[in-house]
């Protein structure tokens, strides 16, 4: 059975980091398939990063997070990661792990940054 389970997420302080993991099972993902999403309360989920959408070999990364984060996953293609540096307020919200070639979805790990 294909699953993503996050792990990762947590409270920090504005400026702090955190590296978001995302386990695949039951299959291995294409070479230029994930990405992370993010969706805050009340707000539309955004697209914070992805190698789906990235051209040629550089990731996709939204504006409201270039040069804080970085997307990259293992040879193996079982697991991704979003590392996430300069954390703002802004940036808490639940996020997910995403197959974006089958449609497969996580069930989310959630980040919270105080000020």
């Known amino acids: 059975q294909e699953q993503l389970v996050e792990s990762g997420g947590g409270s920090v302080q504005t400026g702090g980091s955190l590296t978001l993991s995302c386990s695949v099972s039951?299959?291995?993902?294409?070479?230029?398939?994930m990405g992370w999403f993010r969706q805050a309360p009340g707000k539309e989920r955004e697209e914070v990063a992805s190698l789906f959408r990235g051209a040629g070999v550089s990731p996709y990364y939204a504006d409201s997070v270039k040069g804080r984060f970085t997307i990259s996953q293992d040879n193996a293609r079982t697991s991704l990661s979003l590392q996430m540096n300069s954390l703002k307020p802004e940036d808490t919200a639940m996020y997910y792990c995403?197959?974006?070639?089958?449609?497969?979805w996580g069930q989310g790990t959630q980040v919270t940054v105080s000020s």
């Open positions: 039951g299959y291995r993902f294409g070479v230029r398939c």
């Open positions: 995403v197959d974006q070639c089958r449609t497969y």
